[in-house]
């Protein structure tokens, strides 16, 4: 699966990861661009990019000017997003555009003139199950934008292609890359793919420690009595868990850190 960056400001693409190569183009803001590996150079850190006729380009690793997309799976049951695209030739902004009607957690910052006459939904159905949902209904002059809708259900998977540095926005922009695309609740509960197999691996840990526990407590001679003696198996593996998954971080920023640098 490629892995992209999406530029928020115009960003200058070198042929060489130093500001004294040469210049080979200038992207604008709004793209998504594939690239293949961060390096470090000089104390910089550079994103090695492709361009659309397959040359290796490097950008500046700037949190200002590009954002690293996270491609991930759905853990909630559903969620409601909506994208839109500004009529005529107006550069309206989201702000511009939509004011709240409702909502629930965060708090959203509006323009205060705004003249909404219809309604979008962004909802996040947590589990149906426990009832457990919550929405943001804003308001919005179709005259300014043409809105749409989508949906992605749970273990759909997509690109979460921004999201703000801290909880104080109340959306997040996801991209599938099929024509879905626009914003979603911050709050949706997602998991990155490159990180599922930890799950995978933390289930067998699990069961493999369970087991070794029961058959230590036979072969010592204690009698199995019930089910009572899978509780010291089940607190062990939960802490093993907890142990792996912090030395895989470890582990993973390590071996990043030298990776850039190769």
Known sequence: MAKFIHTLSPVTVYDNHSFQSQIIKKIPAGELVPYNREKRRDKLNWM????????????????????????????????????????GNNNKTFTDIFSPVIQSGAVIQMAPDSKPVAEVEARRIASREKNRMESITLKYDPAMADVTSFTFRKDETFHVIYEAPSRKDAFILVDNLHGKKGYLLYKTSTSELKDKWIGYLAI????????????????????????????????????????????????????????IRL
């Open 48 to 87: 090695e990019i492709y361009l659309d006729n397959g040359q290796k380009g490097y950008v500046q690793k700037n949190r200002e000017e590009i954002f690293l997309c996270k491609h991930v799976e759905l853990l909630d049951d559903e969620v409601t997003g909506f994208g839109y695209t500004t009529t």
């Open 204 to 259: 067998v840990i699990m069961i493999l420690t369970v087991v070794g526990i029961i058959l230590a407590f036979l072969a010592a001679g204690w009698l199995v009595v019930g089910t009572i003696l899978i509780i010291p198996g089940i607190i062990i593996a939960f802490v093993a868990v907890i142990a792996l998954k912090i030395v895989l971080s470890i582990l993973g920023a390590i071996i990043h850190q030298i990776r």
